[in-house]
């Protein structure tokens, strides 16, 4: 075989593998049950894996390959076009390098969990905005790459502990190296459980922010343009009660086969 003859099905062969990979969406996220986990039997799941999963697969017909990293490294892929999409939140850092629709796929609400016995305990209760903790000097417990705590806590002047992983956040507040952390309680409770830490970490009545979460596309990848079509079906997802039903599911269900 000659070399020009070797290059050319050499240069057929790649495209075809970078033209196959473009067909399927990355979806990158990291381990945070029951939003987003693999499970014991290796099935990537959770409400936002199954809302994704309806948009993009059952609704747009676009196939998926899932990943999970750590949440900075995630952000990352994206933001270099190897990764494309997360399901977060939208900041002004991430919509440098990504697109997103206007629709959420979820509202979370930041409620405060305190542990067991702190004297403020009725006083977060009570609390219902950012100025609330800013006014009472309270210090939070969060975790590295949570871009929300950065932009709204940290830069507001509220002191931050930030743990390496979200398990280490519930840790830190059991062993009351901080006043509160912020969850929401979907995601908090079977944490707490798995942890061994439902009687050291508490949820309270107060809910100081909502947050919408989106689906963000890297603005590097080949799916960048399908933003449109994506709104029209998340819109369609709230009207038939989709979204809703999903995340029902995980709620009632909880998630123990996550861990």
């Known amino acids: 075989m000659s070399k020009v003859a070797f290059c050319l099905i050499f240069i057929l062969a790649f495209t075809s593998q970078s033209s196959a990979e473009r067909e399927t969406l990355k979806y990158v996220f990291t381990h945070y049950p029951p939003a987003n986990y693999r499970s014991h039997d290796g099935e990537y799941r959770g409400f936002l ?25 995630c952000q990352m892929l994206v933001e270099e076009g190897e990764a494309d999409m997360l399901t977060t939140i939208p900041t002004p850092e991430r919509s440098v390098f990504t697109v997103t629709p206007q629709r959420p796929i979820w509202v979370k609400e930041w409620r405060i969990h305190t542990y067991e016995g702190h004297p403020q305990r009725q006083s977060f209760d009570a609390m219902s905005s950012i100025g609330d903790l800013k ?83 890297g603005k590097r990848s080949p799916f960048a343009g399908i933003v449109p079509r994506l709104e029209t079906v998340i819109k369609e997802m709230w009207e038939d009660g989709s979204i809703e039903r999903i995340v029902a599911q995980y709620r009632s269900n909880g998630q123990s086969e996550s861990q």
């Open 135 to 217: 006014s009472h000097g309270v210090t939070v417990i969060s975790y590295i790459g949570n871009g929300w705590s950065k932009t709204h806590l940290e830069d507001a002047g509220i002191r931050i502990f930030n743990a390496t992983m979200v398990d280490g956040m519930y840790r830190m507040l059991a062993a009351k190296r901080g006043d509160i952390l912020l969850e929401d309680g979907i995601l908090a409770a079977p944490a707490l459980k798995h942890l061994g830490l439902e009687d050291k970490v508490v949820p309270t009545q107060g809910v100081v922010a909502t947050s919408d979460f989106h689906m963000l596309i």
């Open 49 to 73: 894996v199954d809302i994704v999963r309806e948009a993009i697969t059952k609704r747009l017909g676009i196939p998926l390959s899932i990943a999970i990293f750590p949440w900075k490294r």
